[in-house]
């Protein structure tokens, strides 16, 4: 028989009591959150989803960086440079010349229209909801698909 340590078993008993008690203090944290916010001047969906528009470029620029990483990245480039070599760094780079024409020539065409997502603008420029819901529906199937091949 296999020995197994005492504080093994009392870490796997303790380890739903943990999450359940995490989980209690998240939601605790949001019914405070919303019961202090009872009263106070209501904000606007641009508000709360563009911060009002008053950040500066380095915390959008951030955001930006960490949203579109993952952890898929971090573990996978090392195997592809090994598998490939070094010429799967010119993804990087094609990445990188991508993000620049972006900055230059798209952003400020969209920017000044202040629409909060590409669906949003779809619907500004072609007036039609039909072409949006078909691109959400788009949105949602590759997000599907990215996710169950992120879980594979």
Same mark, same amino acid.
Request: proline share 5%; charged share 15%; no cysteine.
């Given at each position: 028989?296999?020995?197994?340590?005492? &504080?093994?078993?009392?870490?796997?008993?303790?380890?739903?009591?943990?999450?359940?008690?995490?989980?209690?203090?998240?939601?605790?944290?949001?019914?405070?959150?919303?019961?202090?916010?009872?009263?106070?001047?209501?904000?606007?969906?641009?508000? =709360?989803?563009?911060?009002?528009?008053?950040?500066?470029?380095?915390?959008?620029?951030?955001?930006?960086?960490?949203?579109?990483?993952?952890?898929?990245?971090?573990?996978?480039?090392?195997?592809? &440079?090994?598998? =490939?070599?070094?010429? =799967?760094?010119?993804?990087?780079?094609?990445?990188?010349?991508?993000?620049?024409?972006?900055?230059?020539?798209? &952003?400020?065409?969209?920017?000044?229209?202040? &629409?909060?997502?590409?669906?949003? =603008?779809?619907?500004?420029?072609?007036?039609?909801?039909?072409?949006?819901?078909?691109?959400?529906?788009?949105?949602?199937?590759?997000?599907?698909?990215?996710?169950?091949?992120?879980?594979?």
């Amino acid at each position: 028989m296999r020995y197994i340590p005492e &504080v093994l078993v009392v870490a796997e008993v303790f380890k739903p009591v943990l999450k359940s008690e995490m989980l209690e203090m998240i939601l605790a944290i949001g019914i405070y959150y919303a019961i202090m916010d009872i009263g106070k001047q209501k904000t606007s969906p641009e508000d =709360y989803f563009l911060a009002g528009g008053k950040f500066e470029l380095p915390p959008v620029m951030f955001s930006y960086i960490v949203t579109s990483q993952s952890s898929i990245l971090y573990l996978g480039y090392p195997a592809e &440079v090994y598998i =490939y070599g070094t010429m =799967y760094a010119f993804y990087g780079l094609s990445k990188f010349i991508t993000l620049l024409l972006t900055a230059y020539f798209i &952003v400020p065409i969209i920017h000044p229209l202040k &629409v909060t997502s590409i669906y949003e =603008y779809l619907n500004l420029r072609y007036g039609d909801n039909v072409l949006r819901i078909l691109a959400m529906t788009f949105g949602a199937v590759n997000q599907v698909f990215d996710m169950s091949t992120s879980l594979f």
